[in-house]
């Protein structure tokens, strides 16, 4: 109902634009011809030219007209610069409604979901966090303030709040109560902390994963309340090192991120209401061969390398396993709620 009446609030300002840039029409149409007919020798352009900024005010210094011609112009002052003003006002409060009524839509889109990731801040690392998301079918919204970085994602269909990261009122909107984790991949450590803090404190519970450019900030975010913090730059270093000690692990673990590899890594956590729970990992096995049990931390913390055959699925269960995407994917509903 409240969109329904935007609409109807929305309507009344795109008729008020129409009807002003018609009056403009009508005055730069009627200044046009009429310094057409009164100097002779002037042509379209240069009585479209001066009619222009006769109704704005610029003025054309001491340019002279005939009589005819400055009494013309004072009448085209008297009601050019009234119409003029009235069609840039509307133009501009066009502008404003558009934008409420595009962020009220999008605001509408981003209440209607839950166990959703928040990703805030949409540069090299949000991109690509976003990115991965998208190819999962996960869903998330992004927090960002720069506009440019907005239009960006609108043109993806991501659904994005602009404001302020660092704002409980931005993390409020982009639904931070109702979310399963938040991303904070702002380009300032500082930011981070406190968008870190601002999450920890709306969501107790929530899983939160933040970057960090100086090494002293790793502990810090952690401090904070971050339950995960990743670092490019010390990241960077580390993948190098494997590339060079473990190069065959790293390339595996590399393809099974390419859907065209033919397998996939996978964590499947087993939710309490899933026809999982209770069900032997033999008797799964039996019906999906493509996928092999690598391990299963328990709700308890504990890990189980090469699970037996016998060990049952239960509720709060993360199991790890490698097959090919669809046999993964597959689990992975097959773990969710029913």
Not at 277 to 295: M, N, Q
Request: aromatic share 8%; with cysteine; glycine share 8%.
């Amino acid at each position: 109902m409240d969109f329904l009446k935007l609409n109807r609030q929305h309507q009344p300002e795109q008729v008020r634009l129409l009807r002003a840039l018609l009056a403009l029409v009508a005055v730069l149409t009627f200044g046009t011809c009429g310094f057409m007919i009164i100097q002779e020798d002037w042509g379209f352009w240069r009585s479209l030219y001066f009619t222009v900024i006769t109704i704005t005010t610029v003025g054309y210094g001491d340019y002279g007209l005939c009589e005819a011609g400055e009494r013309f112009t004072a009448i085209l002052l008297i009601f050019g610069i009234g119409t003029a003003t009235y069609a840039f006002g509307e133009v501009v409060k066009s502008a404003i409604a558009y934008q409420s009524a595009w962020s009220f839509r999008m605001q509408r889109k981003v209440d209607r979901i839950n166990n959703h990731f928040v990703i805030c801040g949409f540069g090299r690392v949000g991109k690509t966090v976003c990115e991965r998301l998208t190819e999962q079918s996960v869903p998330f919204v992004v927090i960002e303030n720069d506009d440019d970085a907005i239009k960006e994602c609108i043109a993806r269909d991501y659904l994005c709040v602009q404001g302020e990261a660092s704002a409980d009122a931005t993390l409020l909107e982009a639904g931070i109560q109702r979310a399963r984790g938040i991303v904070c991949a702002v380009d300032s450590d500082s930011l981070n902390i406190v968008i870190t803090l601002g999450a920890r404190e709306l969501n107790p519970d929530i899983l939160i994963v933040s970057r960090a450019d100086a090494e002293d900030a790793v502990h810090k975010i952690h401090r904070a309340g971050a339950s995960h913090v990743v670092s490019p730059l010390l990241r960077g270093g580390d993948d190098i090192a494997n590339r060079l000690t473990r190069p065959h692990l790293t390339e595996f673990i590399d393809q099974s991120r390419d859907e065209a590899s033919g397998y996939k890594l996978g964590e499947v956590k087993v939710a309490p209401a899933s026809t999982l729970v209770g069900k032997t990992l033999k008797d799964y096995g039996r019906t999906h061969a493509s996928i092999a049990f690598l391990a299963i931390k328990h709700a308890d913390g504990q890990t189980r390398i090469r699970p037996k055959a016998d060990e049952a699925f239960a509720a709060g269960d993360i199991v790890f396993v490698v097959g090919d995407s669809d046999g993964v994917y597959q689990m992975s509903r097959d773990a969710a709620p029913v």
